[in-house]
């Protein structure tokens, strides 16, 4: 199994920026890729964005495109959220999670293990 923990979620005003992490621990040699999707309330599950364990390919929503980066620490097993120019309809929980699926994927049923989340509120 894999252990994922979130971090860095909070309250910032619209224009602002704020920075996930999410560290992996376990069986983190079955990691291919990892992402980060978000969850507003009474909407789906949505994806944000993704990356390669190796050698640290990126997929974005176009939400988010030119906006967040992610990017990866494989020393620390922990992965980035850097997201910039917040929106208010940017608020939403956000969800790490892993897949072993060999490919590139946005959908979240390739994704197999998940963090517990942490909220990002976005004030206009």
């Known amino acids: 199994q894999v252990q994922l923990v979130e971090s860095g979620g909070g309250f910032v005003q619209a224009g602002g920026s704020l920075r996930l992490s999410c560290a992996a621990s376990g069986r983190t040699y079955s990691i291919y890729a990892m992402g980060w999707f978000r969850q507003a309330p009474g909407k789906e599950r949505e994806f944000v964005s993704a990356i390669t364990w190796s050698p640290g390919t990126t997929s974005h929503a176009d939400s988010v495109l030119g906006r967040f980066i992610i990017s990866i620490d494989n020393a620390k097993n922990t992965v980035y959220l850097e997201m910039n120019s917040l929106k208010p309809e940017d608020t939403a929980v956000y969800y790490c999670?892993?897949?072993?699926?060999?490919?590139?994927?946005?959908?979240?049923?390739?994704?197999?293990?998940w963090g517990q989340g942490t909220q990002v509120t976005v004030s206009s």
């Open positions: 999670a892993t897949s072993s699926v060999r490919r590139m994927s946005q959908d979240r049923d390739m994704y197999n293990y």
